[in-house]
């Protein structure tokens, strides 16, 4: 949260991603004139204690003076652009905008021609905000979910909306954009086949409730969601394109072949129902579950798989059940101990929220720069022994626990803020000492802690002995 800044101490060559938090009940001043030119990715939040379409001095004033570098630009959600204030040149460098608002703040926005942010959303209310559209190419997004739907019969789309968020059903449009590859529905309405345009690639409905069935999907479509779906699903009922599924409140079996060989993420919110073999699909490379809870056997998960999130699984772990090219694994519930080969070398991010055994089954993870553990112990550090960068939380340490005789470079270390109270370091030689970078939070010391003298501490709440 941001009270006061002076965009000076920015002034340098080095930043290239900055997010910026500003509080709207906050007073804030600024000193300064610009961002640095190497910025290249800035994101702009402002929180206003649950209001929306409210602006900030300061905002406006970076806005005035963008890098001319800039690539990626997020702006605060339904931010307010007064007619007064601007107009704001954008760079012409800008790749995309993040920018979800209603359409009359697009008015003061002055962007380079032929330019398309996949990142704009407007929001239209009455025939009058439809106009606007026309002279802004590079939205790409329509929100009409409170549009009034007797003007639909007026309705004539710009050929540059790809997407449309809608409360209207789809064939009371007249003129669809040719160009429409997204739609995403919030009221109950069945869909039928062929009403959609061939350009359609990507299909969110909020409240589904009808049966699938074979041909009812295009085959184009390669990213679908459904929510209120718990109906089974065979053979050829989901298109054949499809790369990303997304079903909430699905809990059916699954049989081989039921998803089709192109998948290649997976989300399934409520499914908690025993997995064969062959029935995830060999091209997978994320799979999100939150309810399931089923003991996993070997070649259940493809080998393709980078990306593993199970939210509830408290089943036992065994040899070789996840995938060797695992990189991320997310089992935050999971307290079982673990045995040879249950965690992949290739792990990067692990979290293991819940976690207190040992890892002195586990063989050394080199390239794991992420670990959230329950129980911090020496035999987890064993296994990081050359790791050079690191984020470690945990909730709290085995005794004498120390990461000193480890390559870190490197740490980013934070007691687990969901339990309260500090997190007590009690080893005089914790830290590791090649460490040249050092980020603190929620941590306390009983005893003094040495650290090495060109060790340069980027965030810390708490006092270290140099």
Not at 276 to 282: I, Q
Not at 305 to 317: N, S, V
Not at 361 to 376: A, F, V
Request: aromatic letters at 10%; a neutral charge; one cysteine or more.
């Amino acid at each position: 949260m941001i009270g006061s800044i002076d965009l000076g101490d920015f002034n340098n060559d080095c930043l290239h991603k900055l997010t910026m938090n500003f509080h709207y009940n906050k007073a804030i001043t600024i000193g300064g004139y610009r961002l640095p030119e190497s910025l290249q990715e800035l994101r702009i939040n402002l929180e206003v204690a649950g209001l929306y379409n409210e602006h900030c001095e300061v905002i406006d004033q970076l806005l005035y003076n963008l890098p001319k570098g800039l690539k990626y630009l997020k702006l605060p959600l339904m931010y307010q652009i007064r007619d007064h204030i601007g107009p704001f040149v954008l760079p012409q460098t800008l790749d995309d905008l993040e920018f979800n608002s209603a359409i009359g703040n697009y008015n003061r926005l002055i962007v380079a021609p032929n330019k398309e942010y996949k990142g704009c959303t407007a929001k239209v209310r009455v025939m009058k905000d439809f106009k606007l559209l026309y002279d802004k190419p590079y939205i790409s997004t329509l929100d009409m979910l409170h549009f009034d739907p007797d003007l639909l019969k007026d309705l004539v789309f710009p050929n540059h909306i790809k997407r449309i968020y809608t409360g209207i059903k789809l064939n009371e449009f007249i003129n669809l954009p040719s160009s429409l590859q997204g739609i995403k529905y919030y009221f109950e309405a069945r869909i039928s086949k062929d009403q959609f345009p061939s350009t359609l690639k990507q299909l969110c409905h909020k409240k589904f409730g009808q049966s699938l069935e074979a041909g009812l999907l295009p085959n184009q479509i390669e990213s679908l969601e459904l929510v209120l779906y718990n109906q089974p699903i065979k053979q050829g009922y989901l298109p054949s394109s499809l790369k990303e599924l997304d079903l909430h409140d699905f809990n059916q079996k699954l049989d081989t072949g039921v998803l089709p060989p192109t998948l290649e993420k997976l989300s399934l919110t409520s499914y908690d129902r025993p997995l064969c073999s062959n029935v995830l699909p060999s091209a997978l490379k994320i799979l999100n579950f939150y309810h399931f809870n089923q003991e996993l056997d070997v070649n259940v998960l493809p080998q393709s798989l980078t990306k593993l999130t199970m939210g509830m699984y408290i089943r036992p772990l065994h040899p070789n059940v996840l995938p060797k090219g695992l990189t991320f694994l997310a089992i935050p519930n999971f307290n079982q101990p673990l045995p040879e080969h249950s965690l992949p070398v290739s792990l990067k991010h692990l979290n293991m929220q819940s976690y207190i055994h040992t890892f002195d089954n586990i063989e050394p993870l080199n390239r794991l720069t992420y670990l959230q553990t329950s129980m911090l112990n020496q035999s987890m550090v064993t296994t990081i022994l050359k790791v050079k960068k690191i984020t470690i939380i945990f909730y709290r340490f085995e005794n004498d626990v120390s990461l000193h005789h480890t390559s870190i470079e490197r740490l980013d270390i934070r007691g687990d803020e969901f339990f309260s109270g500090h997190k007590i370091i009690t080893h005089p030689e914790f830290f590791p000492r090649s460490l040249r970078y050092l980020s603190l939070h929620n941590i306390e010391f009983k005893s003094p802690c040495k650290i090495n003298d060109d060790c340069i501490i980027i965030k810390s709440n708490i006092k270290v002995n140099k």
